[in-house]
């Protein structure tokens, strides 16, 4: 299996964490569990109603990892990255899909795909955006 297709879970810090408008509209139903997680070399930036993670060296945003339901996974995942406008490698304006490792509560560390800001907004948000303090949205 290649790293673009591996079931990885999916690290989650916007709409589609739990409780989120679009958790209810792509993952509710679709995971077998969501679990309190970290991810340390990105800072999250607020965007037009929902945050961007920019990736820096020295944040750490918060957020949950979802983990999505083997026999789901691919079509979920597919589902995900039309919502974020982008696929796994391929950078758009506004998000490319990336494998990062992440923390969880208990302070193992697993792999997880996330969806970190594309260059060009990583870009725009470095010079004049707002990061969100604390690093979990919402705030």
């Given amino acids: 299996m290649s790293a673009d297709h591996e079931r990885l879970p999916v690290f989650v810090y916007g709409t589609l964490r739990p409780g989120q408008r679009n958790y209810g509209a792509l993952l509710r139903g679709r995971t077998v569990g969501e679990e309190p997680a970290r991810m340390r070399g990105a800072v999250l930036y607020e965007g037009p109603g929902y945050p961007y993670a920019v990736p820096d060296r020295t944040g750490e945003i918060c957020g949950d990892l979802v983990f999505l339901a083997a ?13 974020e ?9 506004h998000y490319m899909r990336v ?16 969806y970190l800001a ?18 979990s949205w919402p705030a």
């Fill in 71 to 83: 026999d789901r996974h691919d079509a979920v995942l597919a589902s995900l990255d039309g919502l």
């Fill in 99 to 114: 494998e990062r490792p992440v923390l969880l509560a208990d302070g193992r560390a697993t792999r997880a795909w996330v």
């Fill in 118 to 135: 594309g260059e060009e907004m990583a870009r725009r948000l470095r010079a004049v955006g707002t990061p969100i303090p604390g690093g």
């Fill in 85 to 93: 406008g982008t696929a796994p490698g391929v950078a758009t304006r």
